[in-house]
């Protein structure tokens, strides 16, 4: 969900909030952005991504584990707008994304690690609702995810209204 905060004054009133430890670059036309976490792991395969967007997202932030490659693009363009039509609030991927042209004019907030042009294998592999680390950090599904340019917070208590 599109939202107004920062996260600096979040993780100040909130010492048992957690920052995600990475340079995270914005790649959404959203960039303050929160919601529930659900939790993917994933390699390289983006089969688990593509089924998840395809659901309703009820405002619900994605978060991935790509196990931090740069080598395969876990979000695309089509994903990206299947994520947008289907109410997911964004995408925190610890991995990469293709199309980021087409990603920045989405009504939609994603953070990832970088981009790389190529396509990941489908060979249905991946895991979700399992704990997840990202940056020193464990997510679990449930989790409340914030998010604007300064970086990715983590809380199991909500910080303010979703």
Known sequence: MSAVFSTPDLADGAPEARALLHSWQDFGAVRCF???????????DNSLVKELVQQQG????????????LRRALLGDQLAAK???NGWSGLVIAGAVRDVEILE???????ALGA???????RGEGQRDIPVEIG?????????????????LVSSEALQPL
Do not use: H, M
Request: a negative charge; charged letters at 25%.
């Open 34 to 44: 929160s919601g529930v976490a659900l939790t993917v792991k994933c390699f390289e």
């Open 58 to 69: 009820d405002g619900r932030i994605l978060v991935v584990d790509g196990g931090c490659s």
């Open 83 to 85: 994520a947008v039509e």
């Open 105 to 111: 004019t989405l009504d939609l907030g994603v953070k």
């Open 116 to 122: 790389c042009p190529q396509k990941t294998d489908k």
């Open 136 to 152: 020193g950090t464990t997510v679990r599904s449930g989790d409340y995810i914030y998010a604007d340019r300064n970086g990715v």
